[in-house]
């Protein structure tokens, strides 16, 4: 019976996590969780940059790819495009190591980041 009653306490605590995430469209199509409260999210923010000038690049293309052989095969997991600020927000994350490549008019810049629970990573990627 303390089984069961453990049991259902844990079922009903993992709907209760899961009911406060809010998935948001992104204007390239792509689903993106803009709310979360999960113990093993953390939300990443990609900003680019020319190498040359420094100054933010909009509409660039980035991608986030979970494992080095993905992006050779071009199988990435989401997509982004920056805004006018030349930021991507990819919204929440499972913790855990991702590639970003981020591209604009022949540019382009691949980087490691690394996903931590319950913290907003941003990652400043350089075109040259």
């Known amino acids: 019976m303390k089984k069961s009653f453990a049991f259902v306490l844990l079922v009903a605590a993992l709907f209760a996590a899961c009911s406060k ?36 690049i909009t509409n660039a293309n980035v991608y986030l790819y979970t494992n080095y052989e993905d992006i050779q095969r071009n199988l990435y997991l989401l997509f982004q495009r920056t805004n006018t600020s030349g930021e991507a927000d990819f919204g929440y994350l499972l913790q855990g190591n991702y590639y970003i490549v981020s591209e604009s008019n022949l540019k382009r810049d691949t980087s490691l980041v690394q996903i931590l629970s319950k913290r907003t990573i941003v990652r400043n990627v350089y075109l040259q």
């Open 21 to 56: 995430s809010t998935v948001t469209p992104a204007d390239t199509g792509a689903n993106i969780v803009s709310i979360d409260s999960s113990e093993f999210n953390g939300r990443l923010y990609v900003n680019t940059f020319d190498y040359v000038t420094g100054n933010r």
